[in-house]
């Protein structure tokens, strides 16, 4: 059986309350480098480099579903991108906004509004789709990925982040990031809500994405350091294209 079998017939209940208290509750924290939000300051400069790589951002029109504070978006911003951010915790959202303002970020908006409404309000029109670290926090994402799948112009790129599931993501993502080494608090992710690389793509295919890109993110207890790899266990990304129209 499906461990994402809720859902929704209607697209405003694509969202779990609890996880967005959760983030609501930190959100002053968002841009505290030493915060529980410190793991997403130290991929950001990775995951933007990554999609630079395949999609140059520079004036583009990209959206970022599942934003948060705005860690990726005010970096994209930074790199030329005309950038909407999309949450449902109003609290990040306004921490983004004022993050903005005070580090003069242009080119940056955000808005509440889920993906399902966004995809139904603006078809097509983005070159460019991001779904970083946010899959994992809701009931349906299939359907996330059907929305991010209706945002994308022909011819641009989804990009998606999440964490696998099976026995060493269990050990390396809960025990060890939230029980062992204190890096995110306990009880962020939640083992039944992980995806497989395989489900991911399932859905990506069943959206008619292709998928251009697998990447694996790993980090060094030691070190302290995270790269992107081929070690796809824990931590991955996936770039996907909508096909041109023919
Ligand atoms: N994408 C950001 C933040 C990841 S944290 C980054 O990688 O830096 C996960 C985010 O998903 C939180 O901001 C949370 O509020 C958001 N979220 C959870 N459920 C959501 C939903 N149904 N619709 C939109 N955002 C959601």
């Not at 005309?82 to 983004?96: H, N, Q, T």
């Not at 779904?131 to 929305?147: G, N, S, Y």
């Not at 945002?151 to 062992?180: C, D, H, M, Q």
């Not at 295919?205 to 292709?210: P, Y």
């Amino acid at each position: 059986m499906s461990t994402h079998s809720n859902p929704s017939q209607f697209s405003s209940a694509n969202v779990d309350p609890a996880e967005l208290a959760k983030f609501s509750e930190l959100a002053h924290r968002w841009w505290d480098t030493e915060s529980e939000f410190k793991p997403l300051h130290q991929i950001n400069p990775l995951r933007l480099n990554w999609i630079q790589t395949l999609s140059p951002l520079k004036n583009k029109k990209v959206v970022d579903i599942g934003c948060g504070g705005g860690i990726l978006s005010d970096a994209m911003a930074r790199q030329g991108a005309e950038v909407l951010g999309a949450d449902l915790a109003v609290k990040s959202l306004k921490v983004a906004q004022l993050h903005a303002l005070e580090a003069g970020t242009q080119g940056v908006q955000y808005r509440e509004i889920s993906a399902e409404d966004l995809a139904l309000e603006q078809p097509g029109q983005f070159d460019v789709v991001t779904c970083m670290e946010m899959l994992e926090h809701v009931p349906d994402p299939a359907a996330i990925v059907k929305a991010c799948a209706a945002l994308v112009k022909p011819g641009g790129w989804v990009f998606f982040s999440t964490l696998n599931r099976n026995p060493k993501s269990f050990l390396f993502a809960i025990v060890g990031a939230e029980y062992v080494l204190n890096l995110l608090p306990k009880g962020t992710h939640e083992y039944a809500r992980m995806i497989k690389p395989s489900e991911l793509a399932d859905w990506l295919r069943a959206q008619g994405l292709d998928l251009i890109q697998m990447k694996g993110m790993t980090y060094n207890p030691f070190t302290r350091v995270y790269a992107l790899n081929s070690d796809t266990d824990v931590n991955y990304l996936i770039a996907t294209q909508k096909p041109l129209a023919n």
